[in-house]
Structure formats: structure tokens, C-alpha cells
């Protein structure tokens, strides 16, 4: 940390106590931040302040930009705050302190005009970075630090990534890593962002002590295998741009930690001193395309072997195995002292009904919904996130926090001939009730009800890409031609929410 930054920190990190958040509707909100450090390094720990920092949670690749289900007019595209406190809220009931973003989208003309964080070469969209300003703001509140990867290897489908931005700057594919002037714009990308002032809350980006670290990009280790190229022509080039650019970063930003991406020299990238973190990402099901073996655990152990005394080890992603893998691989990640882990990964509420869905990989993965629900059955969704909580609490030496009771009351909406509802964060279930009057008395109809539900019984696919959410309840006992009004209310083992709108059906 430069010297100035020693001066300065401790009256900016003051100021968060009395900075407002600003609500969806645009009204002041008063918050107060939980944050009374930004994380650094020790050896091959992370410290908030004079404690040790750990954690065991899930990654929020959406938290910044929705990926799947985007209505046909990109009204969705980024989330609202309801989905970001939805995910945010989600991380913290399993005792989370942290979560992964996803890298920041790049335009390309064959994602259709869909919104991105780079919308053309060193033009970011406004619209975008306003949303990525709500989850770092919000963040305080829940107390889940972020990590942000800059940019992807890979070529996603309404993320894209290095050649899309090599593009962006006039240039072919594979240049990102090696043309001055790629790199020159990459630089711009990288001032934009470091600097930017939160419209929000009002701190700095390279300020701000939710960010738990930046990350160079998403699986550098990628981009050759992804498109057939030789790795070892690639890795040097890789290497170097890694280098360069987390140098870079630390003369713009020198309060936060850099996490690099693979795809390098591990060696190299323990010896270089502006690199803080290494990262993992362990897949079970990656064995079946000829990559990582079935067993996890080993391979984060050879991993911690290799960085212990030097630097923090991550694993910042794994998970997509069975649950015992699983279960070992996060024991691992607590009893072997690597700082933490995220699974991958969760997925919000839909502010129109319902939740969001990803199939991950081609697996029955189909994300994970807090608290889990008997449609992710199939990969045992209940009991992983079960584990994980229990995980995340031991790996921080206390004991596990009592659940909390849902909140806040769902919206109930009408749906085609039923009805859908804005879900509330924690709810394991709801209970919906009929009247013949808006001051009751009221009678239940329907107790248990589940809002992740499965689409095909075959092929366990919720609807993944529908723009629409599903119908999630029908009345099938009111009488044609008469008026009724409906409440509903959201269920845990803690407690029940207050009941939603009243809703008249004629």
C-alpha cells in the first residue's frame, strides 16, 4: 500500500457508516457498512485487519448480468436490486462472506444487441456499470466481499471476451495478448474501472473494501485449448500479459489484492510480486472431457503443496460432482488451510416469478436456488447447499448462526389462468389463501408450495431459457363467474413472511 493510501483509507473506510444506498426506486436508504478493512495478505493467508479471513460459499456469475431467460425486449439483462439483494441475501443465509462475479461482458453483432459492459472499443456502457455500482453498494449490507474477473478467455454467448475485444480495437484474434495497442485499450478498460466512482454509494472503486480482490480474467488456462491452439506456444504469451497487466493495476489501485487466471506458468506467477492470490477451479465432470481426474481432493492438496508458505490459494470455483466428491473436496479446502471456496454456482429470484436457471456443463446441474427445492433433486440441491452451510461456518471456526425467517413478503402476481409471485429470499415454501372478501376470512388453499419448478420430467429442465416464467399455482376449485381475492405468504422452519398484496380475480 502506497503511503498515501495509508493516510487516507482509514477516513474514507469512516465515511461508509453514514453513506446512503439508494433504493430501486431511487430513494435514499439509510446503510451501514459492515467493512472495516479492505483485505490483504499475509503469507499465504488473507487478513481483515489483525484476523484471518476464510470462507466456504457460492459463486454469483449473474450477480452483475443475467445470462439466461433475458426477455426479448433486455429489460432483465441486468439485474434489479430485488435480484441482487435476492443472491446477495441467499450467500449470507448459507454464512457466505464472499462470492465470484463473472468477467464483464464485451459487444459482439452476434449476441443480437444485447447489452454489455463494453459496448465498443474504450466505450463502456453506463447502464451496466450502474448495475455492477448496486451489487458492490449493496454488498455492505450483507457482508459478502466481491471477487471481479476483468474479462473471459473464453467466447460465451452474451459474454464473450479476448477476441471479441481484440476485435473491438480493430484487430484480429489472438492479438489481445500481444498487440501494443490491444493492450493499450485493455489499459483504458482498466483506468475506467479502477477509477470509477460509485453511483451508489459513492466510493472509488479502488477504494472500496467490499471487493474482496480483482481477478485478471475467467480460466486464461482456456483459451488456447478452446479454440485447438498449441498450449505451450500460448502459455508464454499468456504469462506475459498477466505480468504486465497486474502491475499495471497495482500502480492504479495499490490497496487491492490480484488474483491471476491459469493459463500461465505457476512458478512464474508465485515469483511475481504483484501477484497476491492463486486461484483453482476444480470440476469433477471435467474428467469426462479428458481434463481433471474424479477425485478432488488430491489435486487441491498438490495445489495448497505448491503455494503453502508463499501465497493464498483459492479455489474459486469448483462443484458439477457427486456429493461425496464434493463434501471431500471441501474438507480439504478447510482442514489443508486453503483460504476458501465457491461453489458453482446460485442464481436469483426473476423479479417477474419465479428464479433464474443455468444447466451447467451438460450435467443435471441446474444452479443452485437457496435454500434448495425437490426440483434440484436430481443433484441433491437440498443437501449440498445443507453442507455447504455447514462448511462455511466451520471453515470460519464458529458455530453455525441460526436460519433466519424468509424475507421480504412475496408479490404475488397473476399468471396466464394461474398465478406466479416474486419469491422472498430464505422461503423454503409458501402458503396461499382465498377470500370472498379483501378483510378475509381467509381460507388455505394450497400449503408447500415450491417456486423452482421443473419444466420436462424427462430431461429435468426448468424452462432454462425461457424469456417467460412458468405458471406456479392454479386455482382449481373456484366457481366460474365469481370474484375472489388471494394472499400469500413465504415458509421456513424460522418463520413466515408477512402476506403479499392482496390480489382480486374475477
Not at 479492505?38 to 450477480?63: H, Q, S, V, W, Y
Not at 500460448?234 to 489501485?253: R, T
Not at 469426462?288 to 498438490?302: D, Q, V
Request: with cysteine; proline share 5%; net charge neutral.
Amino acid at each position: 500500500m502506497s503511503k498515501m493510501s495509508k493516510i487516507y483509507l482509514p477516513l474514507i473506510l469512516a465515511m461508509l457508516l453514514s453513506l446512503p444506498v439508494m433504493t430501486a426506486h431511487g430513494q435514499a436508504k439509510p446503510t451501514q457498512s459492515v467493512y472495516k478493512n479492505i483485505i490483504t495478505c499475509k503469507g499465504d493467508k488473507l487478513m481483515d485487519g489483525d484476523k484471518e479471513f476464510r470462507f466456504m460459499g457460492l459463486a454469483a456469475p449473474n450477480i452483475q448480468q443475467n445470462e439466461s431467460q433475458i426477455r426479448e425486449d433486455r429489460t432483465n439483462r441486468f439485474p434489479d436490486e430485488y435480484e441482487i439483494r435476492d443472491l446477495l441475501g441467499g450467500i449470507q443465509r448459507i454464512g457466505g462472506l464472499a462470492t465470484r462475479t463473472f468477467s464483464l461482458s464485451v459487444y459482439t453483432p452476434d449476441d443480437k444487441e444485447m447489452p454489455v459492459y463494453i459496448s465498443a472499443r474504450r466505450t463502456y456502457n453506463e447502464e451496466a456499470f450502474q448495475c455492477l455500482d448496486r451489487v458492490i453498494a449493496l454488498s455492505h449490507e450483507y457482508n459478502v466481499r466481491l471477487i471481479i474477473p476483468f474479462i473471459a478467455s473464453q467466447s460465451f454467448g452474451g459474454i464473450r471476451g479476448v477476441d471479441e475485444f481484440s476485435t473491438l480495437s480493430g484487430k484480429p484474434k489472438g492479438s489481445f495478448w500481444t498487440d501494443e495497442e490491444v493492450k493499450a485499450d485493455f489499459r483504458h478498460f482498466l483506468d475506467f474501472i479502477l477509477n470509477r466512482k460509485n453511483t451508489v454509494n459513492g466510493i472509488i472503486y479502488k477504494n472500496d473494501p467490499a471487493i474482496l480482490c480483482w481477478q485478471l480474467g475467467n480460466e486464461f488456462g482456456s483459451y488456447p485449448g478452446d479454440r485447438g491452439l498449441k498450449y505451450d506456444e500460448w502459455s508464454p504469451k499468456i504469462l506475459a500479459w498477466s505480468l504486465e497487466m497486474a502491475a499495471y493495476i497495482k500502480k492504479v489501485d495499490p490497496n487491492h489484492l490480484i488474483m491471476e487466471a491459469g493459463g500461465a506458468d505457476r512458478k512464474a506467477l508465485l515469483a511475481d510480486p504483484n501477484i497476491d492470490i492463486i486461484s483453482d477451479h476444480l470440476y469433477e465432470y471435467w474428467n469426462k472431457m479428458g481434463g481433471r481426474p474424479w477425485e478432488l481432493s488430491p489435486i487441491a492438496k498438490a495445489s495448497r503443496e505448491e503455494c503453502k508458505g508463499k501465497k493464498p490459494l483459492m479455489v474459486d470455483e469448483f462443484g458439477l460432482g457427486n456429493t461425496e466428491n464434493l463434501r471431500e473436496l471441501m474438507k480439504t479446502i478447510r482442514e489443508e488451510n486453503i483460504v476458501g471456496g465457491l461453489m458453482w454456482s446460485i442464481r436469483s429470484h426473476r423479479r417477474d416469478g419465479g428464479w433464474y436457471y443455468h444447466n451447467e456443463g451438460g450435467t443435471s446441474v441446474n444452479s443452485f436456488h437457496v435454500p434448495g427445492f425437490t426440483a434440484g433433486f436430481v443433484y441433491e440441491e437440498t443437501r449440498l447447499l445443507d453442507l455447504l452451510r455447514t462448511e462455511a461456518f466451520l471453515i470460519r471456526g464458529i458455530k453455525p448462526e441460526p436460519v433466519e425467517k424468509p424475507t421480504p413478503a412475496p408479490i404475488l402476481m397473476q399468471k396466464g389462468d394461474g398465478f406466479t409471485w416474486r419469491g422472498s429470499t430464505g422461503a423454503a415454501s409458501y402458503t396461499i389463501e382465498r377470500a370472498e372478501n379483501a378483510n378475509g376470512p381467509w381460507k388455505v388453499l394450497a400449503v408447500g408450495l415450491e417456486d423452482s419448478v421443473i419444466a420436462d420430467v424427462k430431461t429435468f429442465e426448468p424452462s432454462a431459457e425461457a424469456s417467460n416464467p412458468l405458471i406456479l399455482y392454479h386455482d382449481e376449485t373456484k366457481i366460474a363467474g365469481g370474484k375472489y381475492f388471494y394472499r400469500l405468504k413465504g415458509v421456513n422452519v424460522a418463520g413466515e413472511t408477512a402476506y403479499s398484496n392482496i390480489l382480486t380475480i374475477n
